[in-house]
């Protein structure tokens, strides 16, 4: 059995959106928001660099990667630590262009932007949970309140 639980393999799933953290040359953080991050196997997760010069920067000098996902409806998720190896061709970046199309429906036009895919072997996952939950709040009543939250938004938002 690998280090990826069920649960964190679903929340990875159903999410999609990895805040993806690395270390800048100068040793201050960078973080990214990655919408392709996904689940590879037991113990990897990945994510398709689109325009991601400075992650692909930082992870050349350092392999070091945290990545944060997260429900903000349930306010709760997970961190991954580990390291990051970026590939750029050959089979395994042919095998996780074809899970892209496949699986989340990447266009064409998107697809062919993919520079690189980042593979991370995982080291360590936790969960990430709101303090909101400490009072004894239950996850019902979390939902409840954050999807009225979001949806008040989406009727007062004017169209783009």
């Given amino acids: 059995m690998g280090i990826l639980a069920e649960d964190m393999k679903r929340v990875v799933r159903e999410q999609r959106l990895g805040y993806v953290a690395t270390v800048c040359p100068d040793g201050t953080p960078n973080l990214s928001p990655k919408g ?28 070091a990667v945290e990545i944060n996902v997260v429900d903000p409806i349930a306010r709760k998720g997970y961190r991954f630590k580990g390291s990051a190896t970026v590939v750029t061709e050959g089979v395994l970046f042919e095998r996780a262009m074809t899970y892209y199309r496949r699986e989340h429906g990447l266009a ?16 360590r996952a936790l969960p990430l949970v709101s303090p909101v939950y400490d009072d004894g709040t239950t996850e019902g009543d979390v939902v409840r309140k954050w999807s009225a939250y979001y949806d008040t938004l989406r009727l007062n938002r004017s169209p783009r």
């Fill in 36 to 63: 392709t991050t996904a689940v590879w196997d037991d113990d990897h997760l990945v994510f398709a660099d689109i325009c991601s010069p400075g992650t692909i920067a930082n992870l050349a000098k350092n392999p």
């Fill in 108 to 123: 064409d036009g998107i697809a062919e932007r993919i520079r690189h895919i980042v593979v991370v072997k995982i080291t």
